[in-house]
């Protein structure tokens, strides 16, 4: 299921000691990562500081996009947990006062998509 469910853009909970390492170059001092989901060539990183999309592109993934999104900036967020048939979890943000989500993505059932609810709520509703 796993590998089957990579292919399908599901993400998976990434290490944050891997994060901190592949990715120090981006962090600001003090920043310190929450909680991290890799989707097959791309990451997401949520620190204390900001939400960080990492976008792999192209066939080949040499091209990459750090997308930096202020949690200052998200008004809104839902998450959908998985049912009994849809397998995925489902996370949705808005940025400012767009009407449909900014961002939009699926989570296996090997992310608990409360984890990620939590974060969000920590630092959205300051």
């Known amino acids: 299921m796993g590998l089957f469910s990579s292919l399908l ?10 994060l901190l390492t592949e990715y120090e170059s ?4 003090n920043e310190s990562v929450e909680i991290g989901f ?3 060539r791309d990451t997401f990183v949520f620190t204390n500081k900001r939400l960080i999309i990492v976008d792999k592109q192209g066939v080949t993934g040499r091209k990459t996009e750090y997308l ?12 959908e947990t998985a ?3 849809d397998l995925d979890a489902e996370l949705k943000i808005w940025i400012s006062s767009e009407q449909t989500p900014s961002i939009q993505k699926k989570f296996n ?11 969000l ?3 959205v509703l300051k």
């Open 38 to 40: 890799k989707l097959i």
């Open 68 to 79: 930096s999104i202020p949690y200052k900036v998200i008004s809104r967020f839902s998450i």
């Open 83 to 85: 049912g009994t048939f």
């Open 121 to 123: 709520a920590k630092y």
């Open 109 to 119: 059932k090997s992310v608990n998509v409360y984890d990620v609810q939590k974060v």
């Open 26 to 29: 981006l962090f600001t001092e």
């Open 9 to 18: 853009g599901n993400a998976g909970v990434v290490d944050n000691t891997k």
